[in-house]
């Protein structure tokens, strides 16, 4: 496959992103092997992002592996997250995940969901 047929990267994750889903996963009691990162039909854009430890790739589940992290993508999400980058964000008033995601046509006022 030649540079021009290449798919650009599903997914990626900032340093700050990896290092949070390390420490998440070293706290954990279950031996998890990633996060499930999918998108659910829900607040006030319409989508949200949703995740969830993951024990392994389920189905048909896109796998990016980035940083010593293995991210694990629910297929309904792929069209959703193509070509994203995945942060997390600490400051005195919150701390989360969050998206830069060249998809999304509208952002919430919190951040907390999109629509494309």
């Known amino acids: 496959m030649n540079a021009e047929n290449e798919r650009p990267p599903l997914l990626t994750l900032t340093d700050a992103a990896a290092n949070r889903v390390k420490a998440l996963m070293a706290r954990s ?16 854009s319409g989508h949200s992002y949703v995740f969830e430890y993951a024990l392994e790739k389920v189905g048909l589940e ?36 969050v998206f830069n995601n060249p998809n999304a046509k509208n952002v919430c006022g919190c951040g907390e969901s999109f629509s494309v």
């Open 29 to 44: 009691d279950e031996p998890f092997t990633g996060l499930r990162v999918g998108v659910s039909s829900k607040g006030c």
């Open 62 to 97: 896109e796998e990016v592996e980035s940083k010593g992290v293995r991210i694990f993508i629910d297929p309904l999400a792929v069209m959703f997250l193509m070509g994203s980058e995945m942060d997390y964000k600490e400051d005195r008033l919150q701390s989360g995940f």
